[in-house]
């Protein structure tokens, strides 16, 4: 996505190149946005039913709050020309807005360029699923924007340092996806594993396969107009790095895809078990790899990148297990690791591009050499050290202030329970929550009929029931007729009671006293 303002080459070399051109932006941004549908049902599909509306939730607060912060601080940082503008950020067009004869374009490229920086953020989502405060979480989608927008300043902007290197990176495996996938690991690894997830005690199986295989569909059809888009128009040649752009990264998806069958094929030991996740993973591994190049290779080039990057995805997940990473939906391979090998390809299956001029140099199987590799290694390790350090930087920042993981309790009922009210459990799945409350030497959080009863609210009953005991127990009477004896029975606003030596006055019947205590008054308040 070699977005350039003022060069004279280059995909989207200058503001408004063609209204035809916005247009294509702006068709091919919203598809991308239907991709936050797509990771919402990928992720609520490999989630335990307990957290699924919660996973959807969260894929709607990075819309609401990493767009929110794209639009004051994010597209500036990355896209601003304003002077003060160098090799590491952008300067100006906060608050993002435009009166001048260019602004059709300005908003085109903006609304394409917070599709992106959006995904980056939801990408996040699935490695910090079942386990992470919904608040907390809020705060994570507002600042993570701080995280991609200097990278994609890097590669994409004219004053970029990879930029003016010649780095390759057309629709953001290392701005996007490798972003979101370190963001993901940093973020696994301080959250820790999810209760029982290594003991043997918790169920890792899909909650909804099939809400897993949807969201894989709407991220292949996001996936077009991500790579497809990159080019940033269809004038001049563009049109055709559009086409070429469609045809590799189904070519490559394709490769990941049966990389995900063959192996499941051969490593599930029931034989004939074709695992869902090894599918769904070997595409969206695949999809990832070619992000980098896909307007720049052919198509069996597509199909060997896709089937290496589905290969990873699907064999990362074994490798960080052994080291006891909890990543619930294999953000780590998908992201991280394919995106890498995205990278890496370029340097190694380039061409020079004499369509738009995108490249000059040749890869190294195609005799470049190693500068054009060395390039792309540079880039890859400069954004993996970026996103490390300050994805750390923003998760300790928001678990010293508002904590960042949730109770064991919370955990164990589920979010879905919790945070948002919905009660969809069945009865025995509620056996089991009374059964691991019990361990905890907790008392039941359901009522009688079931219903979920906060601990707070718990609390505050037990608190006001000494009161109510003693408002039932022990009053005068603020009214009464005649002084009574200890022995003496009288009924006051229908209540049964008796005197005693005090004048006090000894309720028999609590729920009578709770529709006649305005003639009452407890001594004890």
Same mark, same amino acid.
């Given at each position: 996505m070699k977005d350039q303002n003022t060069s004279s080459v280059g995909i989207g070399a200058s503001f408004g190149n063609s209204w035809d051109d916005a247009t294509w932006i702006l068709t091919s941004s919203f598809v991308i946005f239907t991709m936050q549908s797509g990771f919402g049902l990928l992720e609520s599909g490999m989630v335990s039913r307990k957290n699924e509306v919660n996973i959807m939730v969260k894929n709607s607060v990075d819309v609401i709050f990493g767009g929110l912060s794209y639009w004051i601080f994010g597209y500036g940082f990355s896209f601003g020309t304003d002077p003060g503008?160098?090799?590491f950020c952008g300067i100006g067009m906060f608050f993002?807005?435009?009166?001048?004869?260019?602004?059709?374009?300005?908003?085109?490229? *903006?609304v394409f360029q917070a599709s992106f920086a959006t995904t980056a953020t939801t990408i996040v989502s699935g490695a910090m699923a079942e386990r992470t405060k919904l608040e907390s979480y809020c705060m994570i989608s507002l600042f993570n924007t701080l995280i991609y927008c200097f990278p994609a300043h890097w590669v994409w902007a004219e004053e970029g340092i990879f930029f003016k290197m010649?780095?390759?990176?057309?629709?953001?495996?290392?701005?996007?996806?490798?972003?979101?996938?370190?963001?993901?690991? &940093? #973020?696994?690894?301080?959250?820790? %594993?999810?209760r029982g997830r290594f003991d043997g005690t918790m169920d890792i199986q899909m909650s909804n396969p099939t809400n897993a295989l949807l969201g894989m569909f709407m991220l292949w059809w996001g996936w077009l107009g991500f790579n497809c888009g990159s080019t940033f128009g269809i004038s001049g040649g563009k049109w055709k790095l559009a086409t070429r752009a469609a045809v590799t990264t189904l070519t490559a998806s394709i490769g990941g895809g049966i990389t995900g069958? #063959?192996?499941?094929?051969?490593?599930? %030991? /029931?034989?004939?078990? *074709?695992?869902?996740?090894?599918?769904?993973?070997?595409?969206?591994?695949?999809? &990832?790899?070619?992000?980098?190049?896909?307007a720049l290779c052919r198509p069996w080039e597509g199909l060997v990148i896709g089937s290496v990057g589905g290969l990873l995805a699907i064999s990362c997940p074994w490798f960080i297990e052994k080291l006891k990473v909890d990543d619930p939906v294999g953000v780590i391979g998908v992201h991280a690791v394919a995106a890498t090998w995205g990278l890496l390809s370029a340097g190694l299956f380039a061409e020079p591009d004499e369509i738009e001029l995108l490249n000059s140099r040749n890869g190294l199987f195609y005799g470049g050499g190693f500068e054009l590799l060395w390039v792309q290694m540079l880039l890859a390790a400069v954004v993996i050290l970026?996103? #490390?350090?300050s994805a750390f930087l923003l998760m300790l920042i928001v678990d010293k202030t508002i904590g960042l993981r949730c109770s064991v309790e919370h955990e164990i009922l589920g979010a879905d329970i919790v945070e948002h009210g919905i009660n969809s459990m069945s009865e025995e799945e509620r056996e089991v929550v009374i059964q /691991? *409350?019990? /361990?905890?030497?907790?008392?039941? %959080?359901?009522?009688?009929?079931g219903n979920y009863v906060p601990h707070d609210q718990k609390l505050a009953v037990s608190l006001a029931r000494p009161a109510q005991r003693r408002r039932s127990?022990?009053?005068?009477?603020?009214?009464?007729?005649?002084k009574l004896q200890p022995s003496t029975e009288v009924t006051i606003n229908g209540h049964r009671a008796n005197g005693d030596s005090k004048n006090m006055l000894v309720v028999h019947d609590m729920a009578d006293e709770k529709r006649g205590v305005d003639n009452l008054a407890c001594p004890t308040d």
């Open positions: 503008t160098n090799w993002t807005d435009s009166e001048s004869e260019d602004n059709g374009w300005i908003f085109a490229k *903006f010649g780095a390759i990176d057309i629709a953001g495996a290392g701005a996007v996806h490798l972003v979101g996938g370190i963001t993901g690991l &940093v #973020a696994t690894l301080m959250l820790k %594993p999810r069958i #063959a192996s499941s094929r051969i490593v599930k %030991p /029931q034989g004939r078990k *074709f695992d869902i996740s090894y599918l769904t993973n070997g595409v969206l591994g695949g999809l &990832v790899s070619i992000t980098s190049l896909c970026w996103t #490390a350090v /691991q *409350f019990a /361990q905890l030497g907790h008392p039941s %959080p359901f009522d009688k009929l127990t022990l009053f005068t009477i603020t009214r009464s007729p005649t």
